[in-house]
């Protein structure tokens, strides 16, 4: 007699790990959350009276290799945290408010302990940027990947008023790019960064300018701007924003511009954090493929109206939101 356990599948095992990360899942819900856990698709109260003419906004991403790193130090808090804040800007860069957030985990063989640490990340990161985690799926798939090597995906959903969304409209020559800083290679170009340390380091050495393993320095998690950008969303001088993922800072302001436009970087204008210098070092990596792979310290950019530099400033300065005017569209 076979059965599915014998075959690598242990939907009993599944079902204590889930019960074991309830606790973080509920602690993400809100007044909206109409749907308990284990139903087959999550249900939220839209807001509509806070909403004159709502549209809702949506993105799924993942981590790419960074999940490498979390296989290789065995710390798993943090990936959750990446997924969540990197979905949460992609839709805030069109003026949205995040709602909700859906989990994809699927693995060969299924760790509980693993499974708990990483719902555990994106649990704190949806209260972080007050969403609710409000389902998911976890899937066990033996001989698709790797023992206990996992894929993890995810889907955020939010929601703008129409008349406020950004788009490239507003957008015009002389407008000036703050770049807001990164935190580190956020979840972009660790397949560059792996083959380049890595056959360099071990992932537990620890990198005498940091101060700290490798490993550390590699799951800095990606940084959620919310909070920073909440406040001047709807001003009027805000006319777009540009999250830097893969493509780098040109090929994703880029994709902002109304037709006929550039953008002119003042690459100079601001410290490229080390870990980049170390790659670019170690690897004889050209300065164009560093600036295509990575972010190079710049996680978001804001185009601003070129007369009310000042007061986006100013705004950022309240935030405490690390910033340099880097550039202006041309």
Known sequence: MTTYKDAGVDIDLANKSLDSAKKHIKSTFNKNTISDLG???????FPKDEYSDPVLVSSTDGVGTKLKIAFLTNRHDTIGQCLVNHCVND????????????????????????FNDVIAGISKACKENKCVLIAGETAEMPGFYNGEDYD???TVVGVANKQDMLSNRKIKKGDILIGLHSTGLHTNGYSLARKVLLNNYSIDDVINDFNKPLGEILLSIHKSYLHSILPILDMPWLHGISHITGGGIIENTTRILPSGQQIEIDWRSWETPLIFDIIENLGSVPKDDMRRSFNMGIGMILVVDKTNIDDAIASLKKSKEDHTVIGEIV
Do not use: E, H, M, R
């Open 152 to 154: 993890l995906s995810g």
């Open 39 to 45: 139903a087959f698709g999550g249900c939220y109260l």
């Open 91 to 114: 839709i805030l860069v069109l003026g949205a408010k995040p709602l909700f957030f859906l989990d994809y985990f699927a693995a060969g063989k299924l760790n509980s302990a693993t």
